[in-house]
């Protein structure tokens, strides 16, 4: 009768180990599902909108105070290419290398002074996006928020902040000088030479350059990659999550 009996004990226990594990395998495989459903569509564009408020707010912060753009060796505005020969000539003006020393550093003061007004452009452009594509973007390249924000944005915050950059440049920044100031005393000079006998001779060309247009062309791609390193770093660093909506969203990108 034990012969009979035992085989019979040690299947049902097999079986009732079999259900154990398999019960736990599909409780972890529901829950997966549950905890990737739970994150839907809305979630993913409040994160992916989140991560982008959080970007814009780092990099205005990092670049909107002194030397926030002329000490940083990535970002630093120097003189447009245009004025290149002014470089190259500088030794014709008296005083001319301060001259130079001085534009450079008025035109780093004025995008310092006017970033800080960028939030509100960018917030409000930010609100009134739609990603139809949010899992697209939330899982593509490091900088995929960035760019998408870059592409569907970039004109009507250039019209929006152009003013601002405007009225930076007319503001006496750098020893009581505007940087408009400090640049038309450099061109000035030059152009002086340029359209002398000597300039003329010496094969010089006059330099004109619209800085409005410049500084801000300068002052929003230094935005734009402050802000790509912002979301590569809440993409790749969960210390950089620092709500729960950024962990939520971007937690998912851990389990890629």
């Given amino acids: 009768m034990k012969k009979i009996i035992y085989p019979i004990v040690f299947s049902l226990i097999l079986t009732v180990t079999s259900?154990?594990?398999?019960?736990?395998?599909?409780?972890?495989v529901n829950n997966s599902v549950n905890s990737t459903q739970s994150i839907s569509n809305t979630d993913n564009i409040s994160g992916l909108k989140n991560a982008l408020n959080v970007g814009i707010?780092?990099?205005?912060?990092?670049l909107g105070i002194e030397n926030g753009f002329y000490q940083n060796a990535a970002l630093k505005i120097l003189l447009p290419k245009e004025a290149q020969p002014i470089i190259d000539n500088i030794k014709l003006i008296p005083g001319g290398q301060k001259l130079v020393d001085n534009a450079v550093l008025s035109l780093n003061r004025s995008a310092e002074d006017a970033v800080k007004e960028a939030t509100p452009i960018f917030v409000s452009a930010i609100k009134n996006m739609t990603i139809g594509d949010a899992k697209e973007i939330l899982f593509g390249n490091e900088n995929a928020a960035t760019e998408y924000l870059r592409k569907n944005t970039y004109s009507q915050l250039q019209l929006a902040f152009a003013p601002k950059i405007g009225n930076s440049l007319a503001k006496p920044l750098v020893a009581g000088i505007s940087t408009n100031e400090s640049w038309n005393t450099l061109s000035s000079a030059y152009n002086s030479v340029a359209n002398s006998g000597v300039g003329v001779i010496a094969g010089l060309k006059p330099v004109d350059i619209n800085l409005e247009n410049y500084v801000t062309?300068?002052?929003?791609?230094a935005l734009f990659i402050r802000i790509a390193d912002e979301e590569k770093d809440i993409r790749q660093n969960p210390v950089a999550r620092i709500n729960e909506i950024l962990k939520k969203v971007f937690g998912q990108l851990d389990k890629k």
């Fill in 19 to 28: 259900c154990a594990e398999l019960l736990q395998v599909a409780t972890q």
């Fill in 57 to 62: 707010g780092q990099a205005v912060e990092n």
């Fill in 217 to 221: 062309q300068k002052a929003l791609d």
